[in-house]
């Protein structure tokens, strides 16, 4: 009778263990439940970075467009200008050949 005892109550903690097991696995750490979530909440962060990255990058090259077309104006302004070192040695000479004397 003892033998049987000790076979049935060796059969039951067994089942109970496995029982048990089962049950501790299907739970979740409550650090492992946070991590989750902290990692489900820096994804999204990582996201909205993008997104705003993206956008940053499309203004970027607008303006970049922007200053290259300003950049073009401005060069064929300036080749369109006449050099001034002419009229200005020619007005030197004109003052000296009559200024008046006092």
Do not use: Q
């Amino acid at each position: 009778m003892k033998k049987l005892f000790k076979v049935i109550l060796i059969i039951g903690a067994s089942i109970a263990a496995v029982v048990t097991m089962l049950f501790a696995s299907k739970k979740r750490s409550a650090a492992k439940k946070k991590f989750n979530e902290d990692l489900k909440d820096s994804k999204e962060k990582v996201k909205a970075t993008k997104a705003k990255t993206t956008k940053v990058v499309a203004e970027k090259k607008v303006t970049k467009a922007k200053l290259t077309k300003a950049k073009v104006k401005t060069t064929k302004a300036k080749a369109k200008k006449k050099p001034t070192t002419k009229a200005k040695s020619t007005a030197k000479d004109f003052k000296a050949k009559y200024k008046t004397k006092k």
